[in-house]
């Protein structure tokens, strides 16, 4: 079993940058993919980043590419989003996930999720 909880949420006007945060419980973390995730309103649930358990593999949408990145600290069974370049369209609320194998995350196959923390962006 693996408890997600995410931090680092907050509001940040257009250009700017947060850093968020995804503590796990579990002496496990360390094989799971991790990921990130989000909500906008209105929208369906859609992958924004994954690294696998090593952190040597990382994948990011589109949208996200070039201003996003994630990384994962084992030793404190932490995984981060590093979002710069933020834009009103990045408005959402960001969910934490894990899984088994990258590709399973990638497709939206998860074994465990966060709450979720909110991030808002204006313009």
């Known amino acids: 079993q693996v408890q997600l909880v995410e931090s680092g949420g907050g509001a940040v006007q257009a250009g700017g940058s947060l850093r968020l945060s995804c503590a796990a419980s579990g002496r496990t973390f360390s094989s799971y993919a991790m990921g990130w995730f989000r909500r906008a309103p209105g929208k369906e649930r859609e992958f924004v980043a994954a690294i696998n358990w090593s952190g040597g593999s990382t994948y990011y949408a589109d949208s996200v590419k070039g201003r996003f990145t994630i990384s994962r600290d084992n030793a404190k069974n932490t995984v981060y989003l590093q979002m710069n370049s933020l834009k009103p369209e990045d408005t959402a609320v960001y969910y934490c996930?894990?899984?088994?194998?990258?590709?399973?995350?990638?497709?939206?196959?998860?074994?465990?999720w966060g709450k979720g923390t909110l991030v808002t962006v204006s313009s």
């Open positions: 996930a894990a899984a088994d194998l990258i590709q399973r995350l990638n497709a939206g196959r998860v074994d465990y």
